[in-house]
T-cell receptor
Framework: NAGVTQTPKFQVLKTGQSMTLQCAQD?????MSWYRQDPGMGLRLIHY???????DQGEVPNGYNVSRSTTEDFPLRLLSAAPSQTSVYFC?????????????FGQGTRLTVV | LAKTTQPISMDSYEGQEVNITCSHNNIATNDYITWYQQFPSQGPRFIIQGYKTKVTNEVASLFIPADRKSSTLSLPRVSLSDTAVYYC?????????FGSGTRLLVRP
């Protein structure tokens, strides 16, 4: 099993460009989430999904869109990139085990907006 | 969801036991306490979770007093490879709320 796979690993965008960060998991997990991590900081939740067709906003959703058409994939779209969105983006997935707080994270996408 | 409070950094030496304490005064009745580890340029990795008393796995122990307003992660006999950031947090597995974490540096 590959676990959680994020692509690309690195990306440079110009201000105003749009792009999609891909996230796929092969563990048949119901839950998936997107986080961003700025230098020296903890992760902040952007959007999350508790199942196909269901998404909701996290702490910092502005400037990002998500959709969940399949259990496996949870892409994150940047609508119009801004320098403030320069960050490392992590996708995570988790199962529906009772009381489980264990999430599996991808290796991250390092995004630079110039 | 409430954030937790942890020391910003800690230093230790190889072979020592390290205890990292976390404060969570506003913990809800149904919240579990969870600890994650993060190495540079990697995503966080789950270490342990608990509700009350003591939980132990092959990596660490977690001590939670009866009032549940704090918890302590115990790492036995740390090695250089345990140098990382450790996060104490609460929340559902899909809605984790991270603080700034504790940077643990293990010296030879």
């Amino acid at each position: 099993n590959a676990g959680v796979t994020q692509t690309p690993k690195f990306q440079v965008l110009k201000t105003g460009q749009s792009m999609t960060l891909q996230c796929a998991q092969d563990m048949n997990h119901e839950y998936m989430s997107w986080y961003r991590q700025d230098p020296g900081m903890g992760l902040r939740l952007i959007h999350y999904s508790v199942g196909a067709g269901i998404t909701d906003q996290g702490e910092v959703p502005n400037g990002y869109n998500v959709s969940r058409s399949t259990t496996e994939d949870f892409p994150l779209r940047l609508l119009s990139a801004a320098p403030s969105q320069t960050s490392v983006y992590f996708c995570a997935s988790s199962g529906t085990g009772v009381h489980s707080t264990e999430a599996f994270f991808g290796q991250g996408t390092r995004l630079t907006v110039v | 969801l409430a954030k937790t409070t942890q020391p910003i950094s800690m230093d230790s030496y190889e072979g020592q036991e390290v205890n990292i304490t976390c404060s969570h005064n506003n913990i809800a009745t149904n919240d579990y306490i969870t600890w994650y580890q993060q190495f540079p340029s990697q995503g966080p990795r789950f270490i342990i979770q608990g509700y009350k008393t003591k939980v132990t796995n092959e990596v660490a122990s977690l001590f939670i007093p009866a009032d549940r307003k704090s918890s302590t992660l115990s790492l036995p006999r740390v090695s250089l490879s345990d140098t990382a950031v450790y996060y104490c947090l609460m929340g559902s597995s899909y809605k984790l709320i991270f603080g700034s974490g504790t940077r643990l540096l293990v010296r030879p």
